[in-house]
């Protein structure tokens, strides 16, 4: 049975020109686990906000969309709240109270719950996510992926019949997103709450999901299951962006044209290997990756750190080498120590013994050597940077004249024009990072530092980062990167690195680094393992496909 | 709706005054600092109940909270410096955005958290009433736009910097027995730190004041919180 | 005192506003200096000796201006000790001004660890049960500020970069600095609050016939609890009129009466303002039993 029934939406924000949704149709049914995908703008998040009416944006809108035979627009403030639940994308932003308890009872009090019977049900909800442990602790001292956890548990206490989701997992590690997904399918599975979820990293909900949507310019593009939408994205355009976010071996096969088998997980992934190409000719892709400069610009030998006397050092030993103007990635799971090993490069932490070099300069003993701007930092989230109201305040605070020229450059090279007199708030995350990086251009470092560039981006705002990463590796920077992010390291990165236990415990090339890790690797890795030697990205994996398909004929 | 609820304020003055002077005549003026606590607690009750009745929406009160976390954490910030701390300024920025009742909660639940932070002691309740005051009359000047007039928001900010070191030295010099040399000798001392306190006032809101205030109503604007009512 | 943290949020607030109420109200010197003894014992149970002794330098330093402000300016008294620019200095200004002094360190005492055991939690229940709406700001607050401390950190350590402008010699660079960082926080935390404001609305808040839900039981010792201390108090108050307890200290000290009524208030008093520590005594003596018999 449909549970929502979307009809010719139309929908104009107040200070827009263009629509955002134009004509959107659909039809979810009970018990559909949906995902929605889409660029950023393509009016995903828009549409979603429709299905819950006290988040509905300001605007002119037309058609209708109906929850079971109820127009949404006419529902009222308790059945909108305990049949419609709402996750939002940031996990801080949707804790209300300072415990554990009190959040998960929040919604129950707020529908007139009785006191006895919140603390059975919030006992038995505790239970299902499992954090039952965490119950009495102060809601600021869980992890993000906790938190997350926690703002699902509260809104499933309202016992939704709808769980509608705005990428919930953006602002998570992959680990955590991979156990929050898990959990919505726990929750379709166990209690049949139909899921809507807004997602743009696929890799992981594509194979649970029984719908997918593909949305762009306000329309849906394409609908249907994860073989369907795959074919039909490649159909429509095989070199969008879009087509990129689709799960590695489901790219492989479309790109090969042998559908009939489309494998969606790396274990399907490797079963088609082993079908279509038991016996390769050709193994090994002889790409060798960027050229090194042989100068070193930052060096840390044998650095050990901790932040108090009497506790473990967090850093043991650690040694590295950046060579000048390459992209040098920091990978590794959380607390192993890759912030701090940042920040005893910044000179925000001092090692208490080991030697840091910059420019072959002691900067542990030289510290007036970083003084000039002499290193940037990106922070995960750029907005700690901003204060001010529009954005060209933003960049033109704080700078002499003959930086303003330069300003202009930058404001035209980066193509941001159009956002001058926007609030640094109202921009999407890509944009904001834009803005960010020309700030930190503006000071002339040499060495910039990115914390998590990658988080809550898009395939395309992706794409454009690592374009603008390499284009100032070009023009002298230096750049090291601190990431979960596995694919994007191994397509962008000089040279990547395995943080663990406090030191550097593997250092290479992405080529080789990638292809001698056997669990923390690429999915294309990991899918074509003991079949190809050293293919790394879905494109070298397709590539020697094609390579061998060739050499049979 | 408006005649029933100024009715019902001035029915709880009246019932609060006849307490206190009942209180006053039944410990035969002797218990001064015991009566002015009382005062101050049950004077703070009504500007709760009225705002607790009123039965305000999310974005209103997710604003103050904000706010009241902000003059909290600030004083962290500015731990170098003894004694210049943005947190009045802020509760005056607060209830002229905001209105008088929510200056009024940003106030008094600042002066509470931020004790239950850095100790609580007998003048956390006068701090409670006398900062909620101040940005009651923040908001209520501001009903008619005249803190936008530099002159009247800066003798509001030297005001405010004296006012609470003025009434605790009162009380303390009440408690004990009032004499007007006492009261002097005790103030004298404490005119540096008026002073000190005023000039922090004035210079938090000379910087704070405007972008504060832009940020807040670029905040109201995106809540939809502009429409006249919540500014009453 | 970890057990009477333990007992209900409303018998530790009636506790407290008991004993504070007795020892403004009661300038009885006895009735001071019990009050003054148990806060100290009180405070230093709750908070231990080392955070005692650090405040009390500043607190001697409260005591004796206060204690010696009075006879300084007051004149009153019948037992001149000397002159002063032609003004008396009396000993019934003396005491009563070492009296008053007692009398507020007393109750700062008893306001620190009242801060102490009424954690939080039990603030935002009071608040609760009585103003629902504020005791969730309250809780909202509590939510607010350590996420704002940890991006405050953020943003400070973001700033430290390169030539750290907060350490700078000109404090112009210095305030400068700050007041961006302030300004930096201010905008972040405002426009994240938009979120919290829609799930709120999302989880249904603006409904009439909230409820409020807690995690505290109300079990027969704290019915005893606020019975021993409502009795106690209309003992004492009995008492205090019907035995004429009234102390003057002007123009002359009143005599300390030792009666057996006067004791019997006394004592009442006393162990009034003691029960918290006799529980929790009688509960240590109760575990060292339990574990001595394993």
Redesign the interface.
């Known amino acids: 049975m449909e549970i929502i029934t979307i009809k010719d939406l139309k929908f104009k924000y107040i200070l827009n020109d263009e629509n955002t949704l134009n004509g959107v149709n659909l039809t979810i049914n009970e018990g559909d686990f949906v995902v929605i995908c889409g660029d950023s703008g393509c009016g995903k998040s828009t549409l979603i906000k429709h299905l819950k009416k006290e988040l509905t944006p300001y605007g002119t809108r037309e058609g209708s969309i109906k929850y079971y035979n109820e127009e949404i627009s006419a529902m009222d403030l308790y059945t909108s709240a305990t049949n419609i639940g709402y996750v939002m994308q940031n996990p801080d932003n949707q804790i209300v109270t300072d415990k554990v308890w009190h959040e998960l009872a929040f919604g129950l009090e707020n529908i007139g719950v009785e006191r006895q019977i919140i603390r059975r049900r919030v006992a038995e909800m505790a239970n299902f996510f499992g954090i039952h442990t965490l119950f009495r602790e102060e809601s600021d001292t869980l992890s993000g992926g906790q938190k997350q956890i926690l703002n699902l548990a509260a809104t499933m206490l309202l016992q939704p019949n709808v769980l509608i989701l705005d990428e919930p997992t953006s602002q998570l590690d992959p680990i955590a997103a991979v156990e929050f997904i898990d959990i919505l399918k726990k929750i379709n599975d166990e209690f049949a709450t139909t899921i809507i979820l807004v997602e743009h990293r696929l890799e992981e909900v594509f194979k649970v999901a029984n719908k997918v949507i593909v949305m762009d310019q306000g329309r849906i593009l394409a609908e249907g299951n994860q073989y369907e939408i795959a074919q039909k994205v490649k159909e429509i355009d095989e070199n969008s962006t879009f087509f990129s976010a689709i799960p590695t071996p489901a790219r492989v096969a479309l790109a090969l044209d042998l559908t009939e088998r489309m494998p969606l997980t790396i274990k399907e992934g490797r079963r088609f290997l082993n079908y279509y190409f038991k016996q390769p000719l050709v193994t090994t892709i002889d790409k060798n990756g960027v050229e090194l400069s042989n100068e070193v610009i930052v060096e840390m030998k044998n650095v050990y750190f901790r932040y108090v006397k009497d506790q473990d050092d967090i850093l043991r030993g650690v040694n590295l080498k950046v060579y000048k103007n390459e992209i040098y990635c920091l990978l590794g799971g959380n607390g192993a120590g890759k912030t701090t090993t940042i920040n005893n490069i910044a000179g925000l932490a001092k090692p208490y013994r080991g030697k840091i070099l910059i420019d072959g300069i002691d900067v542990i003993k030289n510290k007036s050597y970083l003084d000039n701007n002499y290193l940037a930092y990106l922070p995960q989230n750029p907005t700690l940077l901003f204060s001010k109201d529009s954005v060209k305040e933003e960049l033109e605070s704080d700078i002499s004249e003959e930086t303003k020229e330069y300003l202009n450059n930058l404001i035209a090279e980066f193509k941001i024009e159009h956002l001058l007199g926007q609030h640094p708030y109202d921009l999407s995350g890509g944009e904001q990072q834009k803005v960010a990086i020309i700030k930190i251009l503006l000071q002339h470092p040499k060495i910039i530092l990115l914390d998590e560039p990658t988080k809550g981006l898009d395939a395309t705002a992706k794409l454009h980062l690592a374009n603008l990463l390499k284009d100032l590796t070009t023009k002298d920077y230096t750049i090291i990167i601190v990431s979960h992010d596995i694919e994007f390291c191994a397509q962008h990165a000089s040279r990547c690195a395995m943080f663990f236990d406090g030191e550097v415990v593997s250092e290479d090339k992405p080529r080789i680094f990638f292809k001698d890790n056997n669990f923390y690797t690429t999915a294309a890795a990991k899918m074509s393992r003991s079949i190809f030697d050293n293919a790394i990205l879905c494109e070298d994996v397709i590539d020697l496909c094609q390579q061998n398909l060739q050499q049979v004929k | 709706m408006p005649t029933k609820s100024s009715t019902s304020k001035i029915i709880t003055a009246l019932f609060l005054l006849a307490i206190l002077i009942n209180f006053i005549f039944f410990f035969k003026g002797n218990n001064y600092l015991i009566t002015s606590m009382l005062i101050a607690v049950f004077s703070c009750l009504p500007f709760y109940y009225k705002y607790e009745r009123r039965k305000p929406e999310a974005r209103e009160i997710i604003v103050v909270a904000v706010i009241c976390a902000l003059a909290v954490v600030s004083r962290l910030l500015f731990a170098f410096l003894p004694g210049f701390k943005p947190i009045i300024a802020i509760i005056i920025i607060a209830g002229a955005a905001l209105g008088k009742e929510s200056g009024f909660l940003c106030g008094s639940l600042s002066a509470l958290i931020s004790n239950m932070f850095f100790g609580q002691g007998p003048w956390s309740v006068y701090q409670m009433l006398i900062w909620g005051l101040i940005g009651y009359c923040a908001g209520l000047l501001n009903q008619k736009d005249l803190l936008d007039k530099p002159v009247i928001r800066y003798s509001y900010a030297i005001i405010c910097g004296i006012l609470f070191s003025v009434l605790i030295d009162f009380l303390t010099v009440l408690g004990s027995g009032f004499t007007m040399a006492k009261y002097i000798a005790l103030l004298i001392p404490a005119l540096p730190f008026m002073a000190y306190y005023a000039i922090s006032n004035v210079t938090f809101i000379f910087f704070l004041y405007k972008p504060f205030m832009k940020k807040l109503n670029r905040v109201k604007l995106k809540y939809g919180l502009v429409d006249e009512q919540y500014r009453v | 005192m970890r057990e009477f943290k333990t007992f209900h949020p409303f018998v530790n607030l009636l506790y407290f506003v008991a004993v504070i109420?007795f020892t403004?109200?009661l300038?009885h010197p006895i009735f001071l200096i019990l009050s003054f003894i148990t806060s100290l014992i009180f405070l230093i149970k709750a908070v231990g000796l080392s955070e005692v002794k650090s405040k009390l330098l500043y607190l001697s330093v409260f005591f004796i201006v206060?204690a010696l402000?009075?006879p300084?300016?007051?004149h009153?008294g019948a037992t001149p000790l000397f002159y002063m620019n032609g003004n008396a200095v009396t000993l019934e200004a003396c005491i009563?001004?070492i009296v008053?002094a007692l009398m507020?360190i007393s109750?700062?005492f008893w306001?620190?660890s009242?801060?102490k055991i009424m954690t939080?939690?039990k603030?935002?229940y009071v608040f609760s049960t009585f103003?629902?709406?504020?005791g969730?700001?309250?809780?909202?607050?509590?939510?607010?500020?350590?996420?704002?401390?940890?991006?405050?950190k953020?943003?400070i350590?973001?700033n430290?970069?390169?030539?750290n402008p907060y350490k700078s010699k000109s404090i112009i660079r210095r305030l400068g600095v700050?007041?961006?960082?302030?300004?930096?926080?201010?905008?972040?935390?405002?426009?994240?609050?938009?979120?919290?404001?829609?799930?709120?609305?999302?989880?249904?808040?603006?409904?009439?016939?909230?409820?409020?839900?807690?995690?505290y039981k109300f079990e027969l010792r704290d019915i005893i609890f606020i019975v021993f201390i409502v009795v106690n108090l209309l003992l004492n108050i009995y008492l205090y009129f019907s035995l004429n307890m009234r102390f003057y200290y002007y123009p002359e000290i009143s005599p300390i009466t030792i009666d057996l009524g006067s004791i019997i208030n006394y004592l009442s008093y006393f162990l009034l303002l003691l029960m918290p520590i006799i529980i929790e005594i009688k509960e240590e003596i109760r575990w060292k039993l339990l574990l001595s018999k394993i």
Not at chain 3, 131 to 134: A, G, Q, V
Not at chain 3, 136 to 152: D, E, G, N, Y
């Open positions: 109420f403004m109200f300038t206060l402000v009075n300084l300016f007051v009153k009563y001004g008053f507020l109750v700062i306001f620190f009242f801060n939080s939690d603030i935002i103003m629902p709406t504020i969730l700001m309250i809780s909202m607050i509590l939510r607010f500020i350590p996420r704002f401390q940890t991006q405050l953020k943003i350590e973001m430290k970069i390169g030539d700050i007041f961006k960082t302030f300004s930096i926080l201010v905008t972040w935390a405002f426009e994240n609050s938009i979120d919290t404001a829609n799930t709120m609305k999302a989880r249904g808040y603006g409904l009439k016939n909230r409820t409020t839900f807690h995690l």
